[in-house]
Nanobody, 119 residues
Framework: QVQLQESGPGLVKPSQTLSLTCTVS??????????WSWIRQSAGKGLEWMGV???????YYSPSLRSRISISRDTSKNQFSLRLTSVTPEDTAVYYC???????????WGQGTQVTVSS
């Protein structure tokens, strides 16, 4: 069973960069045709899809975040990472990494990590 685990700072100051890493086990992030995403949920709001990196390294980002987001990977560690620049308190949320096969549903989820943007 594929497992995902988020890691990274829980507190980020406004205007700084949020960086999180997702470690994938029992499955390779380069296996065709899997895709790996970052999804977040702010208090009292629904899930917000942020972006995806496919098995071949290609990426696609939410238009609302495109100017601030990047997703990268380290295949030697079987990890993919999120970088979100110029954060504001509105970026405070629980951040999840998730995986899916093809264009199906997200079957694999990390437990989520709380990130608070505050000075």
């Amino acid at each position: 069973q594929v497992q995902l685990q988020e890691s990274g700072p829980g507190l980020v100051k406004p205007s700084q960069t949020l960086s999180l890493t997702c470690t994938v086990s029992a499955g390779s992030i380069t296996t065709a045709y899997y895709a790996w995403s970052w999804i977040r949920q702010s208090a009292g709001k629904g899930l917000e899809w942020m972006g995806v990196m496919a098995y071949d390294g290609s990426t696609y980002y939410s238009p609302s975040l495109r100017s601030r987001i990047s997703i990268s990977r380290d295949t030697s560690k079987n990890q993919f990472s999120l970088r979100l620049t110029s954060v504001t308190p509105e970026d405070t949320a629980v951040y999840y990494c998730a995986g899916r096969y093809g264009f199906g549903t997200y079957d694999y989820w990390g437990q989520g990590t709380q990130v608070t943007v505050s000075s």
